[in-house]
Nanobody, 119 residues
Framework: QVQLEESGGGLVQTGGSLRLSCTAS????????MGWYRQAPGKQRELVAS???????NYGDSVKGRFTISRDNANNTVYLQMNSLKPDDTAVYHC?????????????WGQGTQVTVSS
């Protein structure tokens, strides 16, 4: 089993910055990739950014050029630096880890942290 502990988030004005952190514990050897998804009220959950164990990075179109994902393998932690925040970035941000569980692809999720961008 994998546990994900998130930190960061909060309230910020338009144009501001925030940094999210997510630390994995437990069966971390099972993890192939980590990242962040977000879900705003009334909308589907969407990819924000992800990074694989070998450093391949993927960003959602709406955050390219503004957000940066990075990974500290020694501490099993992934960071999301969010700059030039907009009100449309307001959502609950969930940490995600992808890997294998009993031989099958599996997603682990954090509880989520609220990011609110005021106009």
């Amino acid at each position: 089993q994998v546990q994900l502990e998130e930190s960061g988030g909060g309230l910020v004005q338009t144009g501001g910055s925030l940094r999210l952190s997510c630390t994995a514990s437990g069966s971390i050897f099972s993890i192939n990739a980590m990242g962040w998804y977000r879900q705003a009220p009334g909308k589907q959950r969407e990819l924000v950014a992800s990074i694989t164990s070998i450093g391949v990075i993927n960003y959602g179109d709406s955050v390219k050029g503004r957000f940066t994902i990075s990974r500290d393998n020694a501490n099993n932690t992934v960071y999301l630096q969010m700059n030039s925040l907009k009100p449309d970035d307001t959502a609950v941000y969930h940490c995600n880890a992808k890997g294998l569980r009993w031989g099958d692809d599996y997603d682990w999720w954090g509880q989520g942290t609220q990011v609110t961008v005021s106009s």
